[in-house]
């Protein structure tokens, strides 16, 4: 019997057949490792997602607490607030994105109001919600912020031109006090008129201490006994946001300007203008005359000009712990952009200047900070300070001082409307020709110098900058303000 031979062409055939299978089974690798590859993408991209809502979320509410914290210092009306609120936040972007990412990722970000709480039954509602997309992967989370407000009145009602807790001391060479004039009279110390005094219509004393008022003919109408001391109430100072600051840097100078946008709560590590330059700090064109925008500078070295636009006030923040602060002799700043700055009734609020002290100096006076205005700077704006002692050269200073510190010297002949040294634990000294209306409130007060004019005008909410719980020479109906912010949980929308 013949062997059978193979046909012809099957070797081939079997070959084919052999790379047949093994190509299905190298395909179905490659498609279960894609789809192994696609899946571990989308797990990343959807973590990324989740992360990337609640970093935008955590930026939007601390932007919202802040405008909040903003809006009550001004002490509002409770029916417009949260109108205001609301019309604030709908000016903020309404996405978030993420260029320096190799991603394509945004969210979409919503503020609306929700149900209220039994638990917290005076407490408005809101829902911030952050939507995020990463790559098509999506992802919403959601948390709740809780307001509370309440208005204080009536305030601010000092209504005295000078006003001490100790001493006062008004001088021979024709200066002058135009207006009621208060003290307590602590331990043990008295008003003295050396000066023939015929503008103080009245002096407000503790019961018992009319004889403490020496020359008590130069009041002009009588001397009035009071049973209780006058309240000189703590200074409200700022709170700093505790969210991360925005982080600024000042560009080159073009013909001496330079520009930075502060819009939101921003940081600059330091701040240098030279003498010819100026520094132009825009605010934007959101919130209201009074948003405060606030600047944490590090350190500050300028010797020539800030000038503060847009819509708000500028805070600028310095801690004398953190950093170095130097003013050249000719600095100057104001709200003003263009021309010389310099005008008889300038804008006290648009430039506010917030200096904090190690809270290791309260009482250590000998260790306090002196800030000095010399006589050829140009100071058009509001200080607010801790245990600060200030000193005033510059004709040029115009503006609101309120102090923890141990002193304050004016030795400016400088002219201010409407203007009010909030100083209760300091002696406010005036040895110049200076010519001031407005509330002058210290420890001990003295001036002695001839042309020197203090006159009591009312200084209103409206012109002035800073929260202090007032009234401190009336108390009837006063009722101080308050507000709170509470924050739920961080929830996931299904």
Known sequence: MKPIKPKAGMAILTVMLTFTVLFILLLAMVVVAMSNQNTTLRTSNYTKAYYVAESALTTRVAEIRDLFDTLVDDNPDPSTLFAVLEAE?????ETMTYEATADEDSVLLTMTESEGSLDYPDYLFYTITATSNVNGESRTLSKSLGFSYSMGGPGFIIGKAVLTQRSMIIGDQKSQVIGPIASNLLDGTTIDLKSTQLNIPMAYVPTGRTSSVINPTRIGNRITEVSTPFVFPTINYPVIPTSTPLTLTIPAFVDSKATINVFTYSYLENLTVADGQTLIVNLGTRGTP????????KNINVSGGIRVIGTGRLLLVFDYSQGILNFGPKFNVCGNVVGSCKTTEPDYTKFLMYLKTPTITFGAVDTYPKLTFSNLQLF????LTQYVNIEVKSDNFKGHIV???????????????????YAPF???????????????V???FSINNPQTIVTYV????????????FPVTELSGYVPGSSGVIEGPLLENP
């Open 89 to 93: 936040v709908a000016l903020l972007p």
């Open 290 to 297: 009074s948003t405060k925008k606030i600047l944490k500078v």
């Open 380 to 383: 058009y704006g509001s200080l």
């Open 403 to 421: 102090t923890a510190g141990n002193t304050v010297n004016f030795s400016a002949n400088s002219i201010i409307y409407k203007t009010l040294f």
């Open 426 to 440: 300091a002696t406010i000294t005036i040895d110049s020709n200076a010519v001031l209306s407005g509330s002058l």
């Open 442 to 444: 210290a420890n001990h």
């Open 458 to 469: 009312e200084v209103d909410k409206e012109s002035f900058p800073f929260s202090i719980d």
